[in-house]
């Protein structure tokens, strides 16, 4: 496969994502997980390499996250309502339930309620890595049924950072970082397409979000709604576009990976049963495997039942049952969040770690076996 074809492939970005985070897990627990802490936690200029990949690096992620929210939703899967509903009605039902079963099973333990919004996320990459490896098995239309889910899955997670996970905040940074989005609006609105003016001001808009208390990557997403995605000309892309191609290979394959080998990195040497069945894992791990299949199915039974929307085009009820548990892959996000929930406590982003891992891999494992007995089912039927 040359390397063109390789950076086009769906699938190549999930695969690089499960590489890298598996050498981070093995190094952990052979002997390697001193080395790991090093550089883990190695400080360059004030900012350790965690934290400069969690806050500056992830940013950009987020501003490729904020480019496909605004294009889906103006030119793509996402533009007309009728396209929107089921997915995000979906999304909003693969968010609440898995955070509700957190939620109950750590009633009990006031100190790791901060964890509720780990398991409402869906990894894009990973899922529709994984679902582009199953091939013709799975019915186009539910590939892009996913991808709008997980677009919308991220909008709503963006949402919930930006409420429920900020520090004390500095109301004259925060001013600023207002003022600086409304000249991004202004540039916008009076035609501006040159992308190094907006990638100019989007270092000084991260500067003020940072300093003011909400979490940085929120200015990633808030730049990206503020490149123009009109004003083509002669054949050429819109600015959005530009950016969007751009960005998209170093964000697959180089930013999304180090995520992955900065962040999975946990040992199981000396993990004990109390641990593994501790509230914070338990609760990600239930709410990713059983929450986000219930939340997305009842919406989607509910909807269809009543009219409102039908399955996509081509896919039978057990082959969206199967698409929904592959929901389940919270990876990048929930390890993300999971990092704002519990910054200053090790022994928490161990459990986060034990049980987005657990929950992840069983939404895998069950999905794809879901897919290919749904496949089956349909090979006989032809």
């Given at each position: ?87 995000g009605a979906a999304a909003v039902g693969g968010m609440v339930v ?122 990633g997403v808030l730049l990206a709604l503020c490149i123009p995605h ?153």
């Amino acid at each position: 496969m040359s390397l063109n074809k390789l950076l086009q492939s769906p699938s190549a970005s999930g695969v690089l994502l499960i590489l890298t985070s598996l050498a981070a897990i093995i190094l952990c627990n052979t002997g390697g997980e001193p080395l790991y802490a090093a550089f883990v936690h190695h400080s360059v200029s004030g900012f350790s390499i965690e934290k400069f990949v969690n806050d500056v690096l992830m940013s950009i992620f987020f501003l490729l996250v904020g480019l496909e929210i605004k294009r889906e939703f103006l030119t793509g899967q996402l533009a007309q309502w009728s396209q929107r509903i089921l997915p995000g009605a979906a999304a909003v039902g693969g968010m609440v339930v898995p955070a509700a079963f957190y939620l109950f099973i750590n009633r009990h333990q006031p100190e790791t309620l901060a964890g509720w919004a780990i398991p409402s996320a869906t990894d894009i990459a990973f899922s529709l890595g994984i679902l582009s490896l199953l091939g013709n098995k799975v019915p186009p239309s539910l590939k892009v049924f996913l991808a709008a889910l997980a677009i919308i899955d991220d909008l709503g997670a963006v949402i919930v950072i930006a409420l429920f996970y900020t520090s004390g905040i500095d109301l004259m940074m925060l001013g600023a970082a207002l003022l600086t989005v409304l000249g991004l609006v202004i540039l916008n609105r009076r035609g501006v397409t040159a992308l190094p003016i907006y990638l100019s001001i989007g270092v000084l808009l991260w500067y003020f979000v940072y300093q003011s208390g909400i979490h940085a990557t929120v200015a990633g997403v808030l730049l990206a709604l503020c490149i123009p995605h009109s004003g083509q000309k002669r054949g050429r892309p819109s600015a959005l576009l530009t950016l969007e191609h751009q960005l998209a290979p170093w964000v697959s394959f180089l930013i999304i990976p180090i995520f992955g080998f900065v962040n999975a990195g946990v040992s199981f040497i000396h993990t004990t049963s109390d641990q593994l069945f501790n509230g914070v894992p338990m609760g990600i791990m239930v709410g990713l495997l059983v929450g986000k299949q219930l939340g997305i199915g009842l919406v989607a039974v509910l909807l269809v039942s009543c009219g409102v929307a039908q399955l996509p085009k081509g896919a039978t009820a057990l082959q969206f049952y199967g698409v929904a548990i592959l929901c389940g892959i919270g990876f990048t996000m929930s390890l993300f969040i999971g990092g704002l929930a519990f910054p200053d406590s090790p022994l928490r982003l161990d459990e986060v770690k034990i049980g987005v891992l657990a929950g992840s891999l069983l939404s895998v494992v069950c999905g794809v076996l879901v897919l290919q007995l749904a496949h089956r089912g349909v090979t006989r039927k032809n």
